[in-house]
């Protein structure tokens, strides 16, 4: 799997991307710019709001954990908010009796509610979300009261929201009673916990997105006297956003000097972050991207980044997002900050997918900026046809590979003609005509110099088209990109050749161009499927980002992770929503027993009671469907230092390389659960016994000195595991087998033809079941858990297989097809029963299991 970003449109940013299981892994950024992690076989790309809270109901609450779209459903505080943002039509209520039909939609970043149509200026017909100070739900407020139609509204669909200083009210009807509970419950949410979430986060943009302009401002002084030239300040801001003109910025720069009545026309280091920091010429969310770039591919080892190149003034291309009111970043400082950071973080190769809709004028420029500055970095070495498979990424350390198109080897011109590949166009096309309407599109054509397209070599981009064409045709160094949402439908309707088709070929989900919010989808949706790279929003935290970071946090944050053997071995056949244990699996119980909390802080900008928190802890898994599951503890009231939970859960893990436990630390609250603090781990990284789980923020950082206290024991299903779990775990497992049966049809020649692969299949059920119990006991007799493999049992054996004098006890015969173990000479008690029970997996059931199956 590899970690890759995202490039953002409007104004926000789209995502990054991680991979396992493959050669590459990516992560997120924001306009224009995209990371990835590239873990070793699968790819990934969350809402701001999707952080972990549930609002309290009276009934059992629940959490979804598919993001697919056939499964969507309003469940939590997230999937109001989602809701909002997309907007929905809303009757607004006038004490004249008069009521208006309004498009109501709350703005991407959350900060303003708006509706339109509206005969005011746009900027007076919205509310801010911090002046809101109460939702009222029903007809409770006078202008419902005095309103001649009051017995015509429904008391479940009417709402009113009180804000400002004066306490005016906005009183809305919708046209069902679960529309108004979803702009209520996102409401609510918002002010009593939204709030403060987005403080914390534009806090911790504005002290990354000064540091770094201080930096900036740093390299020009080289006088170290903290203060430039007026004409060097221009020239700085212009390669920051080279759509400025040099009057415009000095004239603000003078503003800034008339305003502090300040002599001289110098520009100091505080002047020039004030300046920047101005959305007018550069905006914040724009700085985070390339921030995104420079620092968080430096820290969190993003192991892919797309750039979206497009022809810039001056001869120079820039990089934003196509057919978005976006600014723009210069490509040579792009190139500049890749070239510095990009194997800070790690040694593994860095993806660098290049949307280029440049002329060929400005491509030659790209080429000179690439080649100029990355140099010997940039992977130039073309394929070997005869080469079934990609180098490994250890082979490719500290190289650069880029993505793009390529043209055909019998092109000997300069340049050459092909398709177009904007994910920007696909956006606007989307967003201005109803999917419904949409008609096929011929591709567009562009020119390609051949210089750019000879650095394109092992990750060429192709159209997808179906599976059996791709098994046909395609190239293993050719890379395909897919539209999550087509990606989502290929995952359900197709999902083996989902797998077997990752299983040999890179592939890259970006997030669904509707994504306006910069949300994030679930990537476990699409890591069960193999895929490498998988584009997340770095900038959203939240539910989903805690288990993109959480899952690639296993390798060191070197960007890649190797996939699960079933998603990589093309024997093994493995379904993305099978709903049972995995074939070959052994499923694991995972015990973990919530003992007690340690420093609870209180949430910040939380003013709903006093200063004691009210805690409770969920523990989720996610994984596959099988998995995913929840428990929660009791709330433990006015109790943040040391609250007491000591409470134990038990869940069932049949894919354990692929699973992730989460635990979600919340104040229980009536108006809205607050967010503490969560950990995400992945399943194979616990360590069994006491543990202090240490805590992280809603924006990722480490809370000091908060911790859980658990105890984690982990057993096999059939009875594995450390002796003093066994006997719980053997009553657990003590169950009749469950046999496949067969359907009767009532048509006797069909009937009687299957009647006959009752017993076979009975068999095989014993072979199975009977192999997975002895392999449980070989673990054992070697010292090792439930969840070790052969291999590891073979290698903690092999210190014990000589004598004293050493000449060996065991010998492994190999001239069968299964290797056996042949004694040479008197055992060890211990060593018998090792031989004994390794017969029992060489000999009998595992054959027969490896028959069975291939049948």
């Not at 710019?33 to 790309?45: A, D, G, K």
């Not at 004066?166 to 809305?172: A, H, P, R």
């Not at 390669?239 to 040099?246: E, F, R, V």
């Not at 060429?460 to 890379?479: A, G, I, N, R, Y």
Request: glycine share 6%; charged share 25%.
């Amino acid at each position: 799997m590899k970690a890759e970003s995202h490039k953002a449109h409007a104004s926000s940013a789209r995502g990054a991307e991680r991979v396992s299981g493959s050669p590459l892994s990516s992560r997120s950024s924001l306009v224009g710019l995209q990371r990835t992690s590239l873990p070793i076989h699968t790819r990934q790309s969350s809402y701001l709001a999707a952080d972990g809270s549930r609002q309290r109901k009276e009934r059992k609450k629940t959490v979804s954990f598919s993001s697919m779209p056939t499964e969507k459903k309003i469940s939590t505080a997230s999937d109001c908010i989602n809701a909002m943002v997309d907007g929905s039509e809303l009757k607004k209520v006038r004490s004249n009796s008069r009521i208006y039909h309004r498009y109501f939609l709350l703005d991407a970043d959350m900060q303003s509610l708006r509706w339109e149509p509206t005969k005011k200026e746009s900027e007076k017909a919205k509310i801010d979300v911090k002046s809101i100070k109460e939702v009222r739900t029903g007809k409770n407020t006078d202008t419902f009261r005095t309103n001649g139609t009051y017995d015509q509204i429904s008391e479940d669909c009417a709402f009113s929201i009180i804000f400002g200083e004066n306490y005016e009210s906005l009183d809305l009807v919708a046209h069902t009673a679960d529309v108004a509970n979803i702009w209520v419950t996102g409401l609510r949410y918002l002010i009593s916990y939204g709030k403060h979430t987005l403080n914390m986060i534009e806090s911790t943009q504005n002290n990354m997105r000064s540091s770094w302009l201080g930096e900036l401002f740093d390299e020009a002084d080289v006088n170290d006297s903290r203060k430039v030239s007026i004409c060097a300040a221009v020239q700085l801001v212009k390669k920051l956003n080279p759509g400025l003109k040099n009057v415009k910025i000095e004239l603000k720069f003078k503003e800034i000097h008339k305003a502090k009545d300040k002599a001289g026309s110098d520009v100091t280091r505080d002047e020039f972050i004030e300046f920047s920091s101005n959305k007018e010429f550069l905006d914040s969310k724009d700085l985070m991207i390339f921030l995104e770039a420079e620092q968080g591919m430096a820290q969190m080892g993003c192991r892919s980044v797309e750039l979206d190149v497009w022809d810039g003034p001056d001869n120079e291309p820039v990089i934003y997002t196509g057919h978005t009111m976006t600014s723009q970043i210069v490509f040579r400082s792009v190139i500049d900050v890749l070239n510095k950071y990009a194997f800070v973080a790690s040694e593994f190769p860095l993806l660098l997918c290049l949307e280029n809709h440049c002329s060929l004028k400005q491509q030659r420029v790209m080429f000179q900026h690439i080649k100029k500055i990355l140099g010997d970095k940039i992977h130039t070495d073309p394929p070997k046809p005869e080469d079934c498979y990609l180098p490994s990424p250890l082979e490719l350390k500290g190289k650069i590979l880029l993505k793009g198109k390529k043209l055909s080897t019998s092109c000997t011109a300069s340049e050459g003609e092909v398709t177009d590949e904007d994910e920007g166009a696909e956006m606007s096309q989307r967003m201005s005509i109803d999917s419904a309407e949409q008609q096929t599109v011929a591709p567009k054509k562009f020119q390609l110099s051949k210089d750019l397209s000879d650095l394109v070599t092992l990750c060429k981009s192709v159209e997808f088209k179906d599976f059996p064409t791709s098994f046909q045709s395609q190239k293993q160094w050719e890379l395909c990109s897919f539209n999550e949402v087509f990606a989502s439908r290929c995952a359900s309707d197709f999902p083996g050749d989902f797998v077997n088709y990752n299983k040999k070929y890179l592939a890259r989900v970006y997030p669904s161009p509707m994504r306006i919010d910069s949300s994030n989808m679930n990537p476990q949706d699409f890591w069960k499927c193999g895929c490498q790279i998988v584009a997340m929003n770095y900038q959203t935290p939240g539910l989903m980002m805690d288990l993109n970071i959480g899952w690639f946090r296993q390798n060191g944050n070197c960007g890649y992770v190797l996939r699960p053997a079933i998603m990589r071995e093309h024997v093994s056949y493995f379904s993305a929503n099978t709903k049972d244990s995995v074939p070959g699996v052994s499923p694991q119980l995972l015990h973990i027993k919530i003992i007690s909390g340690q420093n609870f802080p209180k949430p910040k900008g939380s003013g709903a009671k006093g200063d004691v928190v009210d805690p409770y802890v969920y523990v989720e898994i996610h994984g596959i469907p099988a998995d995913c599951a929840e428990q929660r503890t009791k709330t433990v009231n006015q109790n943040g230092d040391n609250p007491l939970f000591d409470e134990s859960f038990e869940f069932q893990i049949n894919l354990p390389e692929l699973a992730m436990v989460r635990f979600v630390v919340l104040d229980d609250d009536f108006i809205g659960d607050e967010f503490i603090g969560q950990y995400t781990i992945p399943f194979e990284c616990l360590q069994p016994g006491f543990r202090h789980v240490p805590l992280q923020s809603l924006t990722g950082e480490v809370l000091p000195h908060t911790l859980l206290f658990v105890h984690v024991a982990i057993t096999n299903r059939r009875g594995g595991g450390k002796p003093h779990k066994r006997g719980l775990s053997v009553r657990k497992g003590k169950r009749s087998r469950e046999y496949a049966s067969m359907r009767v049809l009532l048509i006797k020649a069909v009937d009687d033809v299957f009647k006959t692969a009752v017993l076979p299949l009975r068999e095989a059920t014993d072979l199975r079941e009977n192999m997975q119990n002895a392999i449980v006991s070989f673990k054992e007799l070697c010292g090792l858990s439930a969840v070790a493999n052969l291999k590891q049992c073979i290698l903690a054996l092999s210190p014990r297989l000589t004598g004293p004098d050493n000449s060996p006890l065991l010998v492994f015969n190999l001239a069968d097809q299964y290797p056996n173990l042949e004694p040479q000479g008197l055992l060890p008690e211990v060593l018998k029963k090792v031989v004994t029970t390794y017969d029992l997996v060489s000999r009998g059931p595992f054959v027969g299991f490896l028959i069975s199956t291939a049948a």
